[in-house]
């Protein structure tokens, strides 16, 4: 079984950062995929920023230049640093690993269904 555990959430003002944290434990027999996704009030869940096991990564275009996904393997560790915060960024934020697969090459997906393993979030607030 695989936990998933957000940090690094709060509340910043508009132009501010934040680094958020997942810390991944447990029996993980693959090198999955691993991503960030958000929701907010009203709003289906949505994929913001995806690495695989190749550090190749992805981004959703509105976080793109803003935001940067990084994983530190001896630390069993995933982050999202995020700058140029706006308004809009205000969510629920979710860690998700995919381990349906022993390795995960190639454009990591930003689709929900492709994720078996999800946190509980950790919650980010902007303000203007």
């Known amino acids: 079984q695989v936990q998933l555990v957000e940090s690094g959430g709060g509340s910043v003002q508009s132009g501010g950062s934040l680094r958020l944290s997942c810390l991944v434990s447990g029996y993980i027999n693959s090198s999955p995929c691993m991503a960030w996704f958000r929701q907010a009030p009203g709003k289906e869940r949505e994929g913001v920023a995806g690495i695989d096991s190749d550090v190749e990564t992805s981004y959703a275009d509105d976080v793109k230049g803003r935001f940067t996904i990084s994983q530190d393997n001896a630390k069993n560790t995933l982050y999202l640093q995020m700058n140029s915060l706006k308004p809009e960024d205000t969510a629920m934020y979710y860690c998700?690993?995919?381990?349906?697969?022993?390795?995960?090459?190639?454009?990591?997906?930003?689709?929900?269904?492709?994720?078996?393993?999800w946190g509980q979030g950790t919650q980010v607030t902007v303000s203007s």
């Open positions: 998700a690993a995919d381990t349906q697969y022993d390795y995960c090459s190639g454009s990591p997906s930003l689709l929900t269904n492709d994720y078996n393993y």
